[in-house]
């Protein structure tokens, strides 16, 4: 079920609208936490979305934004916006768990680098979101805190392992989240969940701070993780990264000034993919949706991968991929997930929820993303993925907020 609500307290809008309506003093940053807090304690019962919600220095943060603005020190879009932090990155003088038993009263002692950056772009971090246990599933439904739940349907997962971020976003409970994906564990859930889940070219976004001063469980892990971004919009997504992203000497302009350049685009749309059939049909229909941008579009196959393959040959793959799979295209189409949203009872496993369409651009370094591109017959949420060669996000930004302009499926919004 489906509803269109939230429009009046802001709860669904855009950053690129309440932040503009910020800088014009037309919106009080106040007023929009207090908001999205009181949301929080209406929705956070019934949908587990945080582990932590930052209620008293949410508010603090936000009457320091609003004497910043007052005075004329607006920071850029995202000064006074709440947004969440998976609790994968510390965040100082505040719990980080990692949903994980033994770190359940583990206190960070600094901000993660990418925290920092938005705290200083003024961004108000209202909670830290719930995760599978250490980012090590894609069901979302393994946390010490209890599972979130898919606020299209508590009968079926969230995805994995950013499944309070997807939830809290599709949720209108924030307007943005920082995220991690080592298989797919932003996209997986955006896609389950019905929001933008983004993920860039190895290296792109700093991950210090992730559990500082804990060992990672193997060196795969370090090679995988890519730091994420969960929104509602495109948009969104290119004004978070801009504060995000490392210089990387790759790109002239800003992500989000890139978004509508109007650029020839070769497009390759995946021939050696499996998928259910609701998931192929809404994958059908939204090639059929890009068609019309009038782009040169060709059959091109994934460079898939596997858990078996290991790492011991990364570092040489990534240098070769942009040459292997992407000289005669600029994006590859393919469906975000193998299958619809499972059911919790269906989802026995921590890998439940197949990684295949997602894990090959983790281990290529490859910049991806999920858009919503449909509804399954149960009316739960299916991602559209587009990818392409490293350091390309703009390419993939341009056309996934192309498809989100072309459709209406951003739109809808869980029934609460």
Known sequence: MKTQTGSKS?????????????????????????????????????????????FDTALQSARAAEREIQE??????????????????????????????????????????????????????????????????????DSWFGAPRNPWNSGYIP?????????????????????????????????????????????????????????????????????????????????????????????????????NQEKPLRIGVADNCKAGRDVMDAFERAIQTIQAFGYSMSNAAVPFTSFSKGIADIAADRKSIARQSFDHIDVLLLPTTVTSPLTIKDAGQPLSLSPENTMFANYYGLPAISVPCGFDQHGLPLGLQIVAKPWDESAVLRLAHQFQTATFFSKEHPAE
């Open 10 to 54: 802001h709860c669904f809008s855009n950053i690129s609208e309440v932040g503009e309506l910020i800088r014009q003093r037309k919106l009080s940053p106040v007023e929009l936490v207090t908001s999205c807090l009181e949301r929080i304690r209406h929705i956070q019962p019934r949908l587990n979305a945080f582990i932590t919600v930052a």
């Open 72 to 141: 004329g020190n607006w920071k850029g879009p995202l000064h006074g916006v709440p947004i969440g932090i998976k609790d994968f990155y510390d965040t100082v003088g505040t719990k980080t768990t990692a949903a994980f038993e033994h770190f359940r009263d583990r206190i960070a002692k600094k901000d993660a680098a990418s925290v920092e950056k938005l705290k200083k772009a003024g961004a108000i971090i209202v909670g830290k979101t719930n995760m599978h246990t250490l980012g090590m599933g894609t069901t979302g439904l």
């Open 159 to 259: 995805g994995g392992s950013s499944s309070g971020s997807a939830v809290a976003v599709a949720s209108g409970l924030c307007y943005a989240t920082l995220d991690t994906d080592a298989v797919g564990s932003c996209r997986l859930p955006a896609a389950c969940c019905g929001v933008v889940g983004f993920k860039g070219s190895y290296g792109l976004i700093d991950m210090q701070g992730i559990l500082d001063g804990e060992k990672p469980p193997d060196e795969d892990i370090i090679w995988m993780s890519h730091a994420g971004i969960t929104t509602r919009s495109v948009t969104d997504t290119a004004i978070v990264l801009d504060v995000l992203a490392e210089g990387d000497g790759h790109r002239e302009a800003s992500f989000v000034t890139e978004l």
